[in-house]
């Protein structure tokens, strides 16, 4: 039987969940130029896939962390499929703001979540982990244990695993750069010379140059 990580990975290449482009990098919001481009929203309108993921998140969320009460996703890319998982596993959910809400209650935290429960942070993508260790530190302000985090896709970066490490919050990953990248090699979603471009970017992606057009 193949392991998650390497069957989720070929689920995300199938529906285009994540796409690799080493000769025609993307920009991302940070202005990093990448090879590879993250669009986890995708797996909501594929039911096979979504409930694989929702299937798969709340048996990880079971065993890793049994006394979880509440299940506090990032917003938003991570709302949809933690409040699935919540629902599976029947707990409570709420999701946290990248931003205190301008308006109204100007809430940081969306949903009702009571002091004293122990929380479990479901992210999309961990890339330098700045937007999950962010809710983390926000549902610790609301007087709650964060028992650990769950995310779909992990860069495995490096900054981002020591600041999990700092915390002392287990991370979680579904599914992982490295193995996605041997996953889309061996079936042929990118050439064997772009496996070389796609690992010389995850060595340093702030300082990454893509290669010219030929």
Not at 103 to 120: A, D, F, T, Y
């Amino acid at each position: 039987m193949k392991q998650l990580e390497r069957l989720l990975a070929e689920k995300l290449l199938q529906i285009s969940a994540v796409k690799l482009q080493p000769a025609i990098p993307f920009t991302w919001r940070s202005g990093w130029r990448s090879p590879i481009y993250n669009d986890h929203r995708r797996a909501l309108s594929y039911p096979k896939v979504r409930n694989f993921i929702k299937a798969e998140l709340a048996r990880i969320v079971l065993e890793r962390f049994p006394d979880v009460d509440a299940i506090a996703s990032v917003s938003t890319g991570a709302i949809a499929i933690g409040a699935l998982a919540a629902d599976c596993i029947g707990a409570s959910f709420v999701y946290v703001r990248s931003t205190p809400k301008d308006h109204g209650l100007e809430n940081s935290i969306e949903g009702n979540l009571v002091p004293k429960q122990k929380v479990v942070i479901v992210e999309d993508v961990v890339t330098t982990g700045a937007n999950a260790i962010k809710a983390i530190e926000t549902v610790k302000a609301a007087g709650c244990e964060v028992l650990g985090a769950v995310t779909i896709f992990s860069f495995e970066f490096h900054k981002a695993l020591a600041a999990f490490s700092d915390l002392d919050i287990p991370l979680v990953a579904m599914t992982n750069y490295h193995d996605l990248v041997d996953v889309a090699s061996e079936n042929n979603y990118v050439r064997k010379d772009d496996v070389k471009v796609l690992r010389q970017w995850h060595n340093d992606p702030a300082n990454w140059i893509p290669a010219p057009l030929r």
